[in-house]
């Protein structure tokens, strides 16, 4: 399921997020940086993604 939410944070990074934690404070910081520049919101995602299991 991983590698599922890491493309999606490559391509979404919003819905990568969503699918780890859901509608919490980490969707809403990433949304934010995904429109100030899409490569912030790629590397957050991924953070989250590969630091909260």
Avoid: E
Avoid at 24 to 50: C, E, K, Q, R, S
Wanted: glycine share 10%; net charge positive.
């Amino acid at each position: 399921m991983d590698i599922i939410r890491l493309l999606c944070a490559i391509f979404l990074p919003p819905l990568g997020v969503f699918l780890q934690v859901g509608l919490g404070i980490d969707f809403w910081i990433n949304v934010l940086l995904t429109l100030l520049g899409y490569v912030p919101g790629i590397v957050h995602a991924v953070w989250i993604i590969l630091s909260k299991k």
